[in-house]
C-alpha cells in the first residue's frame, strides 16, 4: 500500500526557518512529479513549490525567494526548506506525489510561525 508521510513541522517565530521533508513506503521509490501544497484555516489548499522528475521547480509567488523545493537522491522523497518565515505561511502542510498520472497524498503537517 503506497504512502506518503511527512515530517519536520512545528512552532517557529517569525524570520525563523524550517525544513520539511516527505517520503513514500510501500514499494515505490521513484514517483515523477512531487509537490507541496498547504492549506490554512478558512482558506482554499495552494500549490507552495512543486518538482518534476527532470528537476524543473516552480512556485506559489508568496514563496518565491524565501521556499526551496527539492528532491532527495531516493526519487521518492521531497524537502521544502522555508527561511523568512512569515505568520502568514502557519498552514497544514501537504505533500504530493505523481505517479502514473495517479495523485498519492501525505496526510499533512502543521507550521506554526508566531512570536
Known amino acids: 500500500q503506497v504512502q506518503l508521510v511527512e515530517s519536520g513541522g512545528g512552532l517557529v517565530q517569525p524570520g525563523g526557518s524550517l525544513r520539511l521533508s516527505c517520503a513514500g513506503s510501500?514499494?515505490?521509490?521513484?514517483?515523477?512529479?512531487m509537490s507541496w501544497y498547504r492549506q490554512a484555516p478558512g482558506r482554499e489548499r495552494e500549490l507552495v513549490a512543486a518538482?518534476?522528475?527532470?528537476?524543473?521547480?516552480n512556485y506559489a509567488e508568496s514563496v518565491k525567494g524565501r521556499f526551496t523545493i527539492s528532491r532527495g537522491n531516493a526519487k521518492n522523497t521531497v524537502y521544502l526548506e522555508m527561511h523568512s518565515l512569515k505568520p502568514e505561511d502557519t498552514a497544514v502542510y501537504y505533500c504530493?506525489?505523481?505517479?502514473?498520472?495517479?495523485?498519492?497524498w501525505g496526510p499533512g503537517t502543521q507550521v506554526t510561525v508566531s512570536s
Open positions: 504530493k506525489a505523481e505517479r502514473s498520472r495517479y495523485d498519492y
Open positions: 510501500g514499494g515505490i521509490f521513484s514517483f515523477d512529479a
Open positions: 518538482v518534476t522528475s527532470g528537476g524543473r521547480t
